[in-house]
């Protein structure tokens, strides 16, 4: 059975958009022709293009602020961190300056402390020495005690007045040691000097004053104020 063919007739009234069919109608140029009656698409005016321009402009400025911005905050923090440890370096140095020189003031001052503090013991033992002259006694016992008991030969040598005194009113144990009593010039008054076959004791003011200043770190030496130490030269 053949397959009836469309007969149906169009009226005009329902015809909006037709064209003549041609063979070259299927062509490039055909297809990019616009359909009839489609009107084309409205172009931008000059103050909607600038509009458009400004826009561009405001969004590209923004991006490029927010960008900055963002640097900014990096190499601030960069900033702050060069800038503490140069400040931190710079006061560690100050600090370590200001201990060394506290260091060499507190050496300064404990220098001179010992040196007042000796020349104070100095005037004491000066005081004791003119107003005491008992304490001689003991010095001389605690020189003879230092010996062995197997020492022989034993002298004590003494300053003149230390010798009378020790001779009219002392009370050392010389006999049981077998030792005696010599006078001596160049001894000076508070101090000893005790001989024996198997050494000496250097009992003299001068060796006890020396370990004495050493004891609080200051090398000093006993000097007179009427002149210098007996047996040394004056110049």
Same mark, same amino acid.
């Given at each position: 059975?053949?397959?009836?063919?469309?007969?149906?007739?169009?009226?005009? +009234? +329902?015809?909006?958009?037709?064209?003549?069919?041609?063979?070259?109608?299927?062509?490039?140029?055909?297809?990019?022709?616009? @359909?009839?009656?489609?009107?084309? @698409?409205?172009?931008?005016?000059?103050?909607?293009?600038?509009?458009?321009?400004?826009?561009? =402009?405001?969004?590209?400025?923004? @991006?490029?602020?927010?960008?900055?911005?963002?640097?900014?905050?990096? @190499?601030?923090?960069?900033?702050?961190?060069?800038?503490?440890?140069?400040?931190?370096?710079?006061?560690?140095?100050?600090?370590? &300056?200001?201990?060394?020189?506290?260091?060499?003031?507190?050496?300064? %001052?404990?220098?001179?402390? &010992?040196?007042?503090?000796?020349? =104070?013991?100095?005037?004491?033992?000066?005081? +004791?020495? &003119?107003?005491?002259?008992?304490?001689?006694?003991?010095?001389?016992?605690?020189?003879?005690?230092?010996?062995? #008991?197997?020492?022989? #030969? =034993?002298?004590?040598?003494? #300053?003149?007045?230390?010798?009378?005194?020790?001779?009219?009113?002392?009370?050392?144990? %010389?006999?049981? /040691?077998?030792?005696?009593?010599?006078?001596?010039?160049?001894?000076? /008054?508070?101090?000893?000097?005790?001989?024996?076959?198997?050494?000496?004791?250097?009992?003299?003011?001068?060796?006890?004053?020396?370990?004495?200043?050493?004891? %609080?770190?200051?090398?000093? #030496?006993?000097?007179?104020?009427?002149?210098?130490?007996?047996?040394?030269?004056?110049?």
């Amino acid at each position: 059975m053949a397959t009836p063919l469309y007969s149906r007739f169009i009226p005009r +009234e +329902e015809l909006h958009s037709f064209s003549a069919w041609s063979p070259d109608s299927f062509t490039d140029e055909s297809a990019a022709a616009p @359909a009839a009656g489609v009107p084309p @698409a409205p172009q931008p005016t000059e103050q909607e293009r600038e509009a458009q321009w400004q826009a561009q =402009i405001a969004e590209a400025r923004q @991006a490029g602020y927010k960008d900055g911005y963002r640097d900014g905050l990096v @190499a601030l923090d960069g900033f702050k961190q060069s800038y503490a440890t140069q400040v931190t370096a710079q006061v560690a140095a100050v600090a370590a &300056s200001f201990r060394a020189q506290l260091d060499a003031m507190e050496q300064q %001052l404990a220098q001179g402390l &010992s040196r007042v503090a000796v020349e =104070i013991a100095r005037q004491v033992v000066r005081s +004791e020495l &003119s107003t005491r002259p008992e304490l001689i006694q003991a010095v001389a016992q605690e020189a003879l005690n230092a010996l062995v #008991h197997s020492a022989r #030969h =034993i002298r004590v040598r003494l #300053h003149p007045d230390d010798y009378q005194f020790l001779t009219q009113q002392g009370q050392l144990d %010389l006999d049981s /040691r077998g030792a005696r009593l010599v006078s001596d010039p160049d001894i000076r /008054r508070g101090g000893c000097i005790v001989e024996s076959d198997i050494g000496l004791i250097d009992a003299s003011l001068e060796t006890r004053w020396r370990r004495a200043a050493a004891a %609080l770190g200051h090398d000093s #030496h006993w000097q007179d104020d009427d002149g210098p130490t007996p047996g040394e030269d004056s110049t």
